[in-house]
C-alpha cells in the first residue's frame, strides 16, 4: 500500500474487558470485549470520518492481538505497519462498570507488552512521510523508554518534513518514573508539536499555572502555533497567537462515562483542521463529538461517522 494517508500515529492498543455489571472487578462474572488505547481511538474516529489513516505498533501473535488487529482494521484504518509478533504479549485492562458518571476503575494489564518493545528502529521514514499530519500522546511516549524514543522521532520526522503534528497530553502518571520526569518528557514532545492539546488539571500539573490563558501561554512560548486547553463541562479555551477564546461544552443529559471523551475531542479537533475550519469551529467540533464519547459506555461507539456529523451541521 503506497497510497497517502490524511494522518499517521504511532501507540499500544490493548484489549479491554468491560464489566457486565456494576461492582468489584474481582466480583464481576461477565465481561464485554472492546478494543482500547488512546491513539486508537483517534485513528478510528478519524477513519470514521472518512480520512485516510494509518496505525503503526506492535501486537503479540495472540488471541488479543489477533482480536485487536481485525477490529481496528474493519474501521478502515490501515494497519500495514502493525507487527504481530511471536514470544510476546498484548496489553490488557479490565474496566468497572459505573452509572453515575463518575470515572470507573481500571485495572491495566500492560507491563512488558508487545508495544512497550518499540524503539525508532520501528519508525518507518517512508509510510510516516506518506501522511500529511502525525497525531501523538502522551500515552506511548510513556510505556517504555524506547517508546518515548520513537515519539520523538515521529514527531522530529515530520517537522523536518513540513508536515503538521498535534499532541494530546494524555497524562498517565503511573507510567513515567517520576512527576518531574513526565513533566520533562511532555515537554520535551510538546515542544515538537504544532497542536497541542492537554486538559485544564494535566496543564495545571504540568506548568504550575492555574489560568488556562497562562497555561495556553506557556505551550505557545515552547513552539505551539495552536493550544486547546479541554475544560470538560466548561468547555474549552484556545489560543492560536492571533485570536483566543472560550468555546463552551455541549449539553449532555446524563454522563455515562467519561473514558475516551479527549480522544473524541481531538477527532473533532483535528478533522476539522485539516478540512480547513476556523480555530473555533474546529473547537466547538471536538467539543460535540466528546460530549457524544461521555454518553456511551466503550472508547469508541461515541464517535460519530460523516453522515451523522452533517447531519449536525459540522
Known sequence: MNEALDVVTLGEAMMMLVAGQPGPLEQVDVFHKRTAGAETNVAIGLARLGLKVGWGSRLGQDSMGRYLLASIRSEGVDCSHVALVAGERTGMLFKGLVEDGSDPLVEYHRAGSAASRMSPADVDRNWLLRARHLHATGVFAAVSAGSFQASLQ???????????????????????????????????????????????????????????????????????????????PEGAYYDDGAQQGYVPACPVDRVIDTVGAGDGFAVGVISALLEGMDVRGAVGRGAWIGARAVQVRGDTEGLPTRAILRQAGL
Not at 172 to 190: C, V
Open 154 to 232: 515521529t514527531m522530529r520526522l515530520m517537522r523536518e518534513a513540513g508536515r503538521t503534528v498535534s499532541f494530546d497530553t494524555n497524562l498517565r502518571p503511573t507510567l513515567w518514573a517520576s512527576e518531574d520526569a513526565m513533566r520533562s518528557g511532555i515537554h520535551q514532545l510538546a515542544a515538537r508539536a504544532d497542536w497541542v492539546l492537554p486538559g485544564l488539571e494535566e496543564g495545571r500539573l504540568l506548568t504550575g499555572e492555574r489560568q488556562p490563558e497562562a497555561i495556553a501561554r506557556f505551550y505557545r512560548d515552547l513552539g505551539a502555533r495552536l493550544v486547546v486547553i479541554k475544560l470538560g
